[in-house]
């Protein structure tokens, strides 16, 4: 399958576009976009670079707020555009300091974001879908049906949340903010909604918008190998891919997407990667399965399998979630798992797992509204 193939496919989940209060959202425009929306309106060019900063670099709620504008141009923008944030459903916060949102896009579908802090530092974990079409079988989102991709506005509003909760907008400097690196790891495939994500990205990467560097921008698939080589010429950022399986008869099972793309294409497709070197590793992320990959020879497989390719392998203990089919392996069997890779001169963290009590945890995202009405809406 090509990307043509693969973009038209994405195509049936496109949403139809949402407005806010009858207007359309100024936020997931681009800086042409907004030329060209300027034009419309009958205003001059420069009007659209004023609305550029004072949306991406200073994050404006109202367009009657931006007094770097005229009065008579804030009206007539205002008349025709407002500016949107995704609604808080809920908001539950770890004890280890992680917050999980619940959010109401314009048209009431919801998906969850993630923040994980660190000391100095901390990522979002975004989503990109409503709902997942991947159905690995040790992940809660992927018992869900896909609805609808997420607009680029929609994959922006969750950052611009993000930045708007921090208190983050009177921050120039990315090295003094909390939010620091963005991750392609919440419920959905960036791979199959690759237009939109691409769109959202190139707005969140701008210098001279909201400045996250391709550097601190991690993109997760589970492998789909027509795209990768694309989104690293096009985006150039990190990659990581949920392995989680070193033989096509496991991984088929967790991951089916494995049927259409094995393990073999997969790798060769990172060994092919363009913004891989050894200074920019591509991540392999790795659930460790009780009884399922996690033996010894699973190790030493996993290390031949990456052989040559400037990888960082993850291992992530599993997190559970009702009804999982899974165990978690033990904590010495990772160990031993871990020491083997190790030795082999892979960096391989135990990924402590985040968040796990409000289920924000790698695999726990999943939003029951969502699923009743992605159920709803395919049956009907």
């Not at 193939?5 to 100024?26: Q, S, V």
């Not at 004072?54 to 008579?72: F, S």
């Not at 990772?334 to 409000?358: E, H, L, W």
């Amino acid at each position: 399958m090509n990307t043509d193939n693969i973009l038209g496919h994405a195509a049936r989940f496109e949403p139809a576009e949402t407005l806010i209060d009858g207007k359309r959202n100024l936020v997931g425009l681009t800086m042409d976009e907004l030329k060209v929306e300027m034009a419309a309106l009958g205003l001059e060019a420069f009007r659209a670079k004023q609305l550029w900063t004072a949306l991406y670099c200073h994050g404006a709620r109202d367009v009657m707020d931006i007094t770097t504008l005229a009065k008579p141009a804030r009206e007539k923008i205002a008349a025709h555009f407002a500016v949107g944030r995704p609604t808080v459903s809920a908001a539950p916060v770890s004890v280890d300091g992680s917050r999980k949102w619940l959010l109401a896009m314009p048209d009431g579908h919801e998906v969850e974001a993630v923040y994980i802090p660190e000391e100095d530092r901390g990522a979002l974990c975004v989503s990109c879908q409503v709902g997942c079409t991947n159905k690995c079988s040790f992940c809660h989102t992927g018992t869900m049906r896909l609805v609808r991709n997420l607009d680029a506005s929609e994959i922006l509003m969750q950052v611009m949340l993000a930045r708007d909760v921090l208190n983050e907008w009177k921050i120039p400097d990315l090295e003094k903010r909390m939010l620091s690196n963005i991750v392609l790891m919440g419920m959905g495939e960036p791979l199959f909604n690759y237009a939109n994500v691409a769109k959202a990205l190139k707005i969140i990467m701008d210098e001279g918008g909201l400045a996250i560097g391709k550097r601190r921008i991690t993109l997760s698939t589970s492998g789909v190998v027509p795209m990768i080589r694309r989104c690293g010429e096009e985006l150039g950022v990190n990659l990581a891919i949920s392995l989680h399986a070193v033989t096509d008869e496991v991984r088929d099972v967790l991951i089916p997407l494995n049927k259409k793309y094995p393990i073999a294409d997969l790798i060769q497709a990172c060994r092919d990667y363009p913004a891989a070197t050894n200074a920019r590793r591509i991540t392999f992320e790795y659930v460790m399965l009780k009884g399922v990959n996690d033996s010894p020879a699973d190790a030493r497989a996993l290390v031949k399998l990456l052989e040559g390719i400037p990888a960082k392998i993850n291992l992530l203990p599993y997190n559970p979630w009702p009804g999982s089919p899974y165990e978690c392996s033990d904590d010495a069997t990772i160990q031993k798992f871990g020491d083997i890779v190790n030795r082999a001169g892979y960096a391989s963290p135990i990924r402590t797992p985040r968040g796990r009590d409000i289920m924000a945890a790698c695999g726990q995202l999943k939003s029951a509204s969502v699923k009743a009405r992605a159920g709803q809406e395919r049956d009907e």
